[in-house]
Antibody, heavy 117, light 110 residues
Framework: QVQLVESGGGVVQPGGSLRLSCAAS????????MHWVRQAPGKGLEWVAF????????YYADSVKGRFTLSRDNSKNTLYLQMNSLRPEDTAFYYC??????????WGQGTLVTVTS | EVVLTQSPGTLSLSPGERATLSCRAS???????VAWYQHKPGQAPRLLIY???SRATGIPDRFSGSGSGTDFTLTISRLDPEDFAVYYC???????????FGPGTKVDIK
């Protein structure tokens, strides 16, 4: 059974940093691209970033480009999102999701990031 | 950049009724790159439909998708109490790779 478990969320001040993790199990992690998607309070889903199955390249939404970095450790079946220069508008639930072609077919339960002074 | 709009914003219906949700793209897109998701509060989003009309694994056949060009539709033939949720359409653009969600349609109980 596919499982994606996010961790690392919390409260951070504006300008601060946080690293999210997503532990994957139940499938061959190294064969799949992975995404992060977020949902701000009262808002809809917003795609954040994608990383190729082998980590060779990644893509970011304009809203996080230059501040967030996506990486993965296929030996540990873990995806990471390093978030720097955080802003109040980055406050959201962050979900990791498995890429399957053009869609996201498996999702985690999410971890909450709150950026506040 | 493809922009997705969804209508209506909220759909108030009773169990057993038919729900028709619309997703419109700002330009013509490939049917292979349109998907639909269901999201309930406190839960992980769930893939319902991919490639416009293919049901994901385990999705009941009361859910169906259709469309082409700029107009796409998710239909729930008979609403079950567990179907009250927010529904999002999503598009994947290949060049550059970009994933876009629509703003969502909330289906609530009338």
């Amino acid at each position: 059974q596919v499982q994606l478990v996010e961790s690392g969320g919390g409260v951070v001040q504006p300008g601060g940093s946080l690293r999210l993790s997503c532990a994957a199990s139940g499938f061959t992690f190294s064969r799949f691209g992975m995404h992060w998607v977020r949902q701000a309070p009262g808002k809809g889903l917003e795609w954040v970033a994608f990383i190729r199955y082998d980590g060779s390249y990644s893509y970011y939404a304009d809203s996080v480009k230059g501040r967030f970095t996506l990486s993965r450790d296929n030996s540990k079946n873990t995806l990471y999102l390093q978030m720097n220069s955080l802003r109040p508008e980055d406050t959201a639930f962050y979900y990791c999701a498995r890429a399957y072609g053009a869609e996201l077919d498996q999702w985690g339960q999410g971890t909450l990031v709150t950026v506040t002074s | 950049e493809v922009v997705l709009t969804q209508s209506p914003g909220t759909l108030s219906l009773s169990p057993g009724e038919r729900a028709t949700l619309s997703c419109r793209a700002s330009q013509s897109v490939s049917t292979s790159n349109v998907a639909w998701y269901q999201h309930k509060p406190g839960q992980a989003p769930r893939l319902l439909i991919y490639s416009t009309s293919s049901r994901a694994t385990g999705i009941p056949d009361r859910f169906s998708g259709s469309g082409s060009g700029t107009d796409f539709t998710l239909t729930i033939s008979r609403l079950d109490p567990e179907d009250f949720a927010v529904y999002y359409c999503q598009h994947y653009d290949t060049s550059p790779p970009e994933f876009t969600f629509g703003p969502g349609t909330k289906v609530d109980i009338k």
